[in-house]
């Protein structure tokens, strides 16, 4: 069963810390780009940082630059989101993606895009 399962949401003060995780089964993980959105009931979700399929580049978004840090560990098929200096801006309901197209040794293409379930982060005095 192909599936994300994310973890490590909760409430925090400002200027606080939290780790948000995303383990991954029934897919071939390490293909995959993977992803931090993040939404705010009324708006758009947003695509706050992304890391390539071998973990060798991240990208962030301006709002979490300089806070959020996306990683990997390829052998747990886990994806992290570490968030410092956390502020009440930060509160959303935060989901990982892991998506992309990659290629058979008989050049299929093998087409993804999958989601966690997501977590709720609050951060508020």
């Known amino acids: 069963q192909v599936k994300l399962v994310d973890s490590g949401g909760g409430s925090v003060q400002p200027g606080g810390s939290l780790r948000l995780s995303c383990t991954a089964s029934?897919?071939?993980?390490?293909?995959?780009?993977k992803n931090w959105w993040r939404q705010v009931p009324g708006k758009e979700r947003e695509l706050i940082a992304t890391i390539s399929n071998a973990g060798s580049s991240t990208a962030y978004a301006d709002s979490v630059q300089g806070r959020f840090t996306i990683s990997v560990d390829f052998p747990k098929n886990t994806m992290y989101l570490q968030m410092n200096n956390l502020k009440p801006d930060d509160t959303a309901v935060y989901y990982c993606n892991a998506d992309g197209t990659y290629y058979t040794h008989r050049g299929e293409p093998v087409v993804g895009n999958y989601w966690g379930q997501g977590s709720q982060v609050t951060v508020s005095s």
């Open positions: 029934g897919f071939t993980f390490s293909m995959y780009s």
